[in-house]
């Protein structure tokens, strides 16, 4: 077996998965404002930014090759409510930066967040009432809220909120209101997991959620689940699914692509970005390589791409 690693060059030609550009979503984070970049702790290297700045991160992924951004907002305060409702506003954050971003740079695509807990004044993905989240009201307000982000220019809707029925339901709404092309991600198999603290904080839900997800998110123990979420989704017109966490959950990846053949997409979360900075930083590792084997194993394990805030650097390191 080791007449293949012997060198380089063969190490290279026995290769048997490559990470290239084409593989990467560019998840950033979008603030009010003129001008700003607001470091976010957790996450070493990533930043909020305003409309203004999104557009330049967008032209530097379009000069990169990188082929889509993921747009989250950090919702004011003042402007979270019970019912989510700055998420049905035309010119709410999202949508000013999905338009300023066609504009200037028409040919890149653009991915959006669909769920409420960026705009809800107890952090949660859907409606609350009497402290249960109710499904089917959260999923008629989901299709509004894709259809105002359709309308301001999201190429893919990725429902992220985990209600039941969903997926149908906004490919319906959708194709009745002339957005035919808008492509869905399903976010298939989401995870009530730990990996999401330094995202919370970049969205501003940390300090807004009372209680915890589990109620909607999927249960860690659960494979099997996964499979049943995913025939589900297919079945409702999603595009594309997706695997939320990504390295703790490598076997759920290889199970859809394996059994769905779908395009199958993995989110290395804030958490996994933020421990191999951390340790990185601290001479525990080595960061650079650490990045580029968890990349990796997204591909092995059978995933078409990955929503990774690595994005940007592994991008320039594939340009040289």
């Given at each position: ?44 290297g ?7 700045n ?79 989240i ?19 220019g ?6 992220s ?23 869905i991600m ?5 995870y ?27 249960d ?9 979420e995913a025939e589900?989704?297919?079945?409702e ?29 993995a ?13 990185g930083?601290?001479?525990w ?8 084997e968890?990349?990796?194993a ?10 990774t805030?690595?994005a ?9």
């Amino acid at each position: 077996m080791r007449r293949n690693r012997k060198s380089d060059w063969s190490r290279r030609l026995v290769q048997e998965n490559a990470l290239t550009v084409n593989d990467l979503i560019w998840p950033i984070f979008v603030v009010d404002g003129d001008n700003v970049r607001q470091s976010v702790t957790s996450m070493p290297g990533v930043e909020r930014l305003s409309v203004d700045n999104a557009v330049r991160a967008a032209e530097r992924a379009a000069k990169l090759g990188i082929p889509v951004l993921a747009l989250f907002p950090y919702t004011d305060p003042d402007l979270r409510d019970d019912t989510g409702s700055e998420a049905l506003n035309e010119n709410n954050l999202t949508c000013r930066a999905l338009r300023a971003i066609k504009k200037e740079v028409p040919e890149i695509g653009l991915m959006t967040d669909i769920a409420l807990d960026p705009y809800t004044s107890h952090g949660h993905d859907g409606l609350l009432q009497d402290g249960v989240i109710v499904n089917d009201a959260t999923v008629q307000q989901l299709c509004e809220q894709a259809l105002v982000q359709a309308d301001a220019g999201s190429d893919i809707i990725g429902p992220s909120d985990m209600m039941d029925g969903r997926i149908g339901a906004i490919r319906e709404s959708l194709d009745a209101n002339h957005y035919q092309d808008v492509q869905i991600m399903a976010y298939t198999a989401k995870y009530a997991s730990a990996f999401y603290g330094p995202f919370r904080e970049a969205v501003g839900a940390n300090a807004t959620l009372k209680g915890d997800k589990k109620t909607y998110q999927m249960d860690p123990s659960n494979g099997s689940e996964a499979m049943m979420e995913a025939e589900l989704d297919i079945q409702e017109g999603a595009d594309m699914i997706m695997v939320k966490p990504g390295m703790p959950y490598l076997d759920i990846v290889h199970r859809l692509k394996s059994a769905f053949s779908l395009p199958t997409f993995a989110y290395q979360v804030s958490g996994e970005y933020a421990m191999i900075c951390a340790a990185g930083q601290n001479g525990w590792l080595d960061q650079d390589r650490a990045m580029w084997e968890s990349l990796l194993a997204f591909k092995r394990a059978g995933a078409d791409g990955i929503l990774t805030y690595f994005a940007p650097q592994v991008a320039e390191a594939l340009a040289k």
